[in-house]
């Protein structure tokens, strides 16, 4: 796709209403990989210029100004290939102000919490974030409109911490 053209469809779909309809299909038509049933929230940066570096499964939540990048390169010559997918598999809920850096997948059912920055991938049904970027819980239940959270959080498994010897 035109790579003008992307840039004035992000700016839509940054403001545009339609969490469910309108910012998916935009986001589509920029080429991203959106699955069905994906939330986007109002203020979500997906990469302007690798937008097809980025997929986003089934069922998904995508919290109020996170960001994804598929790149990071300055200057010199575009290379087409000079992304690293991000990959967000199904049930996944990312919190608000979330940044989600090149290469990193999330699996399936994990629940990553608001402000958080990822610079790994990220186990299937973990809870994950602050302030370390680390587990936090084991997420039996995933954050999806399917359970309440209410549910979410009875599901949750704490992870235990090996103490350091010294």
């Known amino acids: 796709m035109n790579s003008f053209f992307s ?3 992000q700016k839509l779909a940054y403001f545009a209403p339609g969490g469910y309809r309108v910012r998916p299909e935009i986001q589509k038509l920029r080429g991203a990989n959106i699955g069905n049933n994906v939330w986007i929230s109002q203020f979500v940066y997906i990469d302007e210029i690798h937008p097809e570096g980025v997929t986003i499964s089934d069922n998904c939540s995508i919290g109020l100004r996170s960001t994804i990048i598929s790149h990071l ?13 991000v990959v967000i598999e199904k049930d996944v809920f990312v919190g608000p102000h979330c940044l989600i850096l090149p290469g990193v997948h999330i699996g399936e059912g994990a629940v990553i919490k608001g402000g958080t920055v990822l610079t790994r991938n990220v186990p299937a049904h973990t809870f994950w974030g602050c302030p370390e970027g680390e587990p936090i819980a084991k997420a039996t239940i995933p954050l999806t409109n399917a359970y309440s959270y209410d549910q979410f959080v009875k599901g949750l498994r704490p992870i235990r911490k090996r103490q350091k010897r010294g």
């Open 7 to 9: 840039r004035i469809l």
């Open 73 to 85: 390169y300055w200057g010199g010559r575009r290379n087409d290939k000079a992304y690293k997918e």
